[in-house]
């Protein structure tokens, strides 16, 4: 008899409000708090089995001391993902030691947070460490998709994942006029074998309501574009909670005509599964 496939959220964020103890280096959109039960809570009230934890760049830079704390309440949950900087001269040993950690899943480069160029040491080192570890290299980098390109084409040993549809995306409403805009940047990236796509927070995509019927035609062209086995659904929970609730990011992609039950089944965790060695219960 056939397992089920679990639901496996590609991105998450847990943090505490602001304190002295763990200060916040910016701002992050969203509730004041999220702590690792709110979102062990959250996902429990719509069947969400596990999640990936994204450690907030945003809001502890490359501490990810809180992610550790949720992981260690909740290690049959979440698997860990923290970002990395690429400045660090050790950060070849850095990402090994993070892959060495229990619940690890990946490692992070946040490419907008100031400008790079192909050739950088530090990001290269981040990428040649995570394809020595076997971990992939999540990669946030909405308006450097030419630049995501030439790295996946220098590192291809190294599994990597683009964040968000590769696409900027919204913290408030309304959403861009043109959300798409950049999708013919996103699909030349799936001619990289090494490079998966995280469908995470596409429902802020929308200029419609709940289901946002709009988004699937785009969607479809990046499924058939990466393949599925390349595609990972996520809510960016929290960042998305001006314009959408956690059940809403879940329940648009349970609710759709548009994927067979087979194909949800490997967009909503079958997929992850395979990219990131992982499942909800795995230690």
């Known amino acids: 008899m056939a397992t089920q496939t679990p639901t496996i959220d ?162 408030e409403p309304p959403p861009p006029p043109e959300p798409f805009a950049d999708l013919a940047n996103v699909l030349a990236l799936a001619a990289y074998d090494n490079v998966a796509i995280k469908i995470s927070g596409a429902g802020t995509l929308s200029h419609q309501p709940f289901p946002y019927p709009d988004i699937w035609e785009p969607l479809s062209k990046v499924f058939d574009a990466f393949g599925l086995d390349r595609c990972m659904w996520g809510t960016d929970w929290t960042r998305a909670v001006l314009l959408l609730n956690y059940e809403q990011g879940v329940e648009a992609f349970r609710v759709t005509d548009q994927l067979s039950d087979a194909e949800r089944s490997v967009l909503m965790g079958g997929s992850l599964q395979k990219i990131y060695n992982w499942s909800p219960g795995a230690r």
């Open 10 to 171: 590609v991105q998450v964020h847990a943090y505490e409000r602001n304190h002295p103890g763990r200060p916040w280096s910016g701002f992050l959109q969203g509730p004041d708090e999220v702590t690792g039960d709110d979102m062990v809570a959250a996902m429990d009230a719509v069947g969400v089995d596990g999640a990936l934890l994204i450690s907030p760049f945003s809001l502890y830079r490359y501490d990810a001391s809180y992610a550790l704390e949720v992981y260690a309440a909740h290690p049959d949950r979440f698997a860990l993902i923290k970002p990395f900087d690429p400045a660090s001269e050790s950060v070849a040993d850095e990402v090994a030691d993070w892959a060495a950690t229990p619940g690890v899943a990946g490692a992070r480069v946040m490419l907008t947070a100031q400008e790079y160029t192909a050739d950088d040491p530090g990001l290269n080192r981040i990428f040649a460490a995570g394809a020595q570890a076997g971990i992939p290299i999540n990669v946030m980098c909405s308006g450097k998709l030419q630049l995501m390109g030439e790295l996946a084409r220098r590192n291809p040993d190294t599994q990597i994942v683009v964040d968000h549809v590769g696409l900027v995306q919204p913290f």
